[in-house]
C-alpha cells in the first residue's frame, strides 16, 4: 500500500481560525488603541501586532524561503528592528497579517510530515550574533516557534484588549 502524503494544513488547521480572531481583534482599532501598552513599561498593542507579522516573515520567508519577495520588507515590522517605523492604521496592520497568513497557509498546504524533518540553516541576513544563538533548525521547530509565539502574543493583545473592554483573539471572555 502506498504512503499518503497529507499536507501540514491537515495538522495546523486550528491556526487559521485563531489568525482570523486575531485579525477581527485589531481590525477595528484606532490609532489611539493601538498606541495604548499592553501593560506598564510594555510595548503597545500595535507595536505588538506588528512584530508578530514581521516574525511571520523573518522565519518564513528569510530563514525558509517562503512567499513573496515583496513581503520582506515586513521583515522591519519588528518594533527591535533599526529600521522599524510604527503602523498607526489597524488597516495597515490587517492587510500585514493578512498578506503573512497567505504566506503561511501556502507553505503549510505543499508542506508534507517528511518535510517537517529538513535541517534549515541560519539566513544569511542574519548577524553572527542571531546565527550562533539560532543555530540550525528543523522546520518542524519553526512551524512550532512561530505558532507558539503567536499564541504568548496574541494572548498579551488580548489581555490588554480585555482590560479596555475590547475583544481579544479568542472572542469575548
Excluded at 497529507?6 to 493601538?34: A, C, D, M, N
Excluded at 503573512?100 to 507553505?107: A, K, L, N, P, Y
Excluded at 482590560?163 to 469575548?172: D, E
Amino acid at each position: 500500500m502506498a504512503e499518503q502524503s497529507l499536507p501540514l494544513t491537515t495538522f495546523y488547521s486550528g491556526w487559521g481560525g485563531y489568525h482570523r480572531g486575531l485579525v477581527k481583534s485589531i481590525e477595528s482599532l484606532t490609532p489611539e488603541q493601538l498606541a495604548l501598552p499592553a501593560a506598564a513599561n510594555h510595548w503597545t498593542i500595535g507595536m505588538i501586532a506588528q512584530h508578530l507579522v514581521g516574525n511571520r516573515v523573518w522565519w518564513y520567508q528569510m530563514w525558509m524561503g517562503e512567499g513573496n519577495p515583496e513581503l520582506a520588507a515586513l521583515a522591519h515590522w519588528d518594533p527591535a528592528d533599526v529600521e522599524w517605523q510604527p503602523v498607526t492604521e489597524a488597516s495597515e496592520l490587517v492587510a500585514g497579517f493578512e498578506s503573512t497568513w497567505r504566506m503561511v497557509e501556502d507553505s503549510l498546504a505543499h508542506w508534507t510530515p517528511a518535510d517537517l524533518q529538513q535541517i534549515i540553516q541560519p539566513a544569511s541576513q542574519l548577524s553572527e550574533e542571531e546565527k550562533k544563538m539560532y543555530g540550525s533548525q528543523t522546520r518542524k521547530w519553526i512551524i512550532w516557534h512561530v505558532l507558539e509565539h503567536e499564541i504568548h502574543h496574541g494572548g498579551e493583545i488580548s489581555l490588554a484588549l480585555g482590560n479596555l473592554g475590547l475583544q481579544g483573539a479568542y472572542g469575548s471572555m
